[in-house]
């Protein structure tokens, strides 16, 4: 794994959102929309409060070519806050459960659904949820969609079953966007947010790093080594158009969009060292942010927009700080530790994750409360990279390294849930979660 180096290490590895010194060496990336493999998931962990919820196989699912059914469960285990039931088969939207029975069985509340092809050719995918507690009917939803649009519509379903029983908005039709690596081989791939179905977004003999989501949801931006140093690019993810947006002299690297998208934070090193700038999302003149001697990297914006988090070795060790979001004078925001670096952001700025590293190799997923600035580790793994918030701020999904694998992670924010991200051909790294409005 690629991590900030400290003025006592040498700069060793340009595949890190961190330091980009190095240049790569090959030619331009072709894009292209292949389809993306299967994955499975494997959750581990036991919350404090999960609700039991049954969720029957849909009828006549067999039709949409996978299970309805199993990627809404497997959607809403993998939040943290359900545990799942056994249901027999045959149960549909148009049941009257025996609530009675449903109670002896354990479960607090009881889905079921059917798939139905309608004349257009398009499926009919519908559910209903019922309180079993109290009795109730709580309502559903049916959509017509497509037969490549079904996972998009059980995750639509798992959405609002999540949001009924919690009162939270549910990210699971939300997307990711992650890089993948195959030999020699890079790719960028946008997909469903439990890594499953998707697009390559950009494939490439050369690294691609640091993706970010633009606030709507409709650019990414990255860096891409393809013509032998690093440059930020903007890519429309509906056209598939790209353009650059920094290729300044020396390196530039580390993207991060403002709240209103107006404006990208990121690294360069044209004034020499690598410091902090911002540049409108049209391109244009930077606007230099850090005027020091120190290594600045790895910005991201507060939900505000008021204020930049950020990486800086100042103090002697990469540590997190923040500034102004036009410049100013900036403060140390992380103290437990001698190296903490990869600064995320919950949705109401009130959480930072980051990555700190323990002894000489161990590095581990932390969050801190920005309020109070009691911190926890909540990973045991020794690898962990790149963490991420959902859009709802429930979950953070991290790369790290298992099994000789790097590997996706999600994890609740107590770390009692996780659920890995497993890719059969793959390595998985530089996870970023989607915004809302898909």
């Known amino acids: 794994m690629n991590r900030l180096t400290t003025p006592a290490q040498p700069l060793s590895n340009p595949l890190r959102r961190s330091l980009l010194v190095s240049s790569a060496a090959s030619a331009a990336a072709a894009f292209s929309f292949p389809a993306l493999a299967q994955f499975r998931v494997e959750i581990s962990g036991v919350g404090g409060t999960q609700l039991p919820i049954a969720i029957a196989d849909f009828r006549d699912e067999a039709m949409a070519g996978q299970s309805v059914a199993g990627i809404v469960r497997a959607d809403l285990e993998r939040s943290g806050q359900f545990r799942m039931i056994a249901a027999p088969a045959g149960l549909s939207e148009t049941i009257s459960p025996n609530f009675n029975e449903w109670r002896g069985k354990q479960a607090d509340a009881l889905a079921a659904g059917s798939v139905a092809r309608l004349a257009d050719g398009r499926l009919d995918v519908r559910y209903k949820l019922w309180d079993v507690v109290r009795g109730q009917d709580q309502g559903g939803e049916a959509q017509a969609v497509h037969a490549d649009d079904v996972r998009l519509a059980a995750h639509r379903i798992a959405d609002s079953i999540y949001q009924k029983l919690t009162g939270d908005r549910g990210v699971f039709a939300t997307r990711m966007a992650y890089v993948t690596k195959t030999g020699p081989r890079y790719q960028l791939r946008i997909t469903d947010a439990d890594g499953e179905g998707g697009q390559v977004a950009l494939n490439s003999p050369e690294p691609i790093i640091s993706p970010a989501w633009s606030p709507e949801g409709r650019e990414i931006a990255y860096v891409s080594f393809e013509s032998r140093k690093a440059v930020v690019w903007l890519q429309d993810l509906s056209t598939g158009r790209r353009r650059v947006l920094a290729d300044f002299r020396g390196s530039n690297s580390a993207p991060a969009f403002s709240p209103d998208g107006q404006r990208l934070a990121l690294t360069l090193s044209l004034a020499g060292g690598s410091q902090l700038f911002t540049i409108s999302r049209n391109g244009g003149d930077p606007k230099r942010l850090s005027q020091t001697r120190a290594i600045d990297t790895e910005p991201v914006y507060s939900p505000d927009g008021a204020q930049i988090y950020f990486v800086s070795d100042r103090g002697g060790a990469p540590q997190i700080y923040r500034m102004p979001a036009n410049g100013g004078e ?83 924010l107590d770390g009692r849930i996780k659920a890995k991200l497993v890719a059969s051909t793959a390595d998985v790294r530089e996870p970023t979660w989607g915004p809302f409005g898909r």
């Open 330 to 412: 900036a403060e140390r925001v992380t103290f437990s530790g001698s190296y903490n670096i990869s600064p995320a952001i919950s949705p109401d700025g009130k959480t930072l994750a980051f990555i700190t590293r323990e002894g000489g190799s161990t590095f581990r997923l932390c969050v801190m409360d920005l309020v109070t600035g009691q911190s926890q580790k909540i990973t045991d793994s020794t690898e962990d990279e790149s963490p991420s918030f959902a859009p709802n701020g429930k979950l953070i999904v991290y790369a790290t390294r298992a099994g000789g694998r790097d590997v996706l992670m999600t994890t609740t």
